[in-house]
């Protein structure tokens, strides 16, 4: 009987919530069903939320995650329970984004990884953080993020 690689999960299948913090929110992987194969992934989070640091207010921003596996794929929807660990997690945008990326990259080991944060103005100001890992192997399409820069009403 050939081992299922959707047995070691944790959250997949059962009720699960988000915790209530970035450490403690815990990612499961797979492994890649195709790890002869170089092809990239997106996820998308156009609601992605977290605290300022100073004023504790809510920041948003649309994140788009993009790599090309190794070894092993990070499971949707423990990417999604971790990313909503953020909403009470008080850190700069920067810091959001970066270390979104490296804790990826540290426990995925993907080929390559790039991790667009587009955040919305804070004090009328919009900023975006790009975060990216490794070289993309030769002959993998990756295709632009295309968010839209931040544009007011009208």
């Known amino acids: 009987m050939t081992e299922s690689i959707y047995e070691n999960l944790s959250q997949l ?6 915790a ?5 929110a815990e990612l499961d992987y797979v492994k890649n069903p195709r790890p002869n194969v170089d092809y990239m992934v997106r996820f998308s989070c156009p609601e992605f939320t977290s605290l300022c640091p100073v004023t504790g207010q809510p920041d948003f921003a649309h994140l788009v995650l993009d790599y090309v596996p190794g070894e092993h794929l990070v ?3 423990a990417l999604k329970l971790f990313l909503q660990s953020f909403r009470n997690h008080a850190a700069f945008h920067e810091d ?5 990326g490296e804790r990826l990259v540290n426990e995925m080991k993907p080929k390559w990884l790039r991790l667009g944060g587009y955040w919305y103005p804070r004090g009328g100001i919009p900023i975006d953080v790009f975060f990216q890992w490794g070289k993309v192997p030769e002959g993998v ?6 968010v839209q820069n931040y544009r007011g009403r009208g």
């Open 141 to 146: 399409w990756i295709p632009e993020q295309d």
């Open 13 to 18: 299948g059962k009720t699960t919530s988000a």
């Open 96 to 100: 959001c984004t970066v270390g979104i």
């Open 75 to 77: 499971e949707s929807k």
């Open 20 to 24: 209530d913090s970035p450490e403690k």
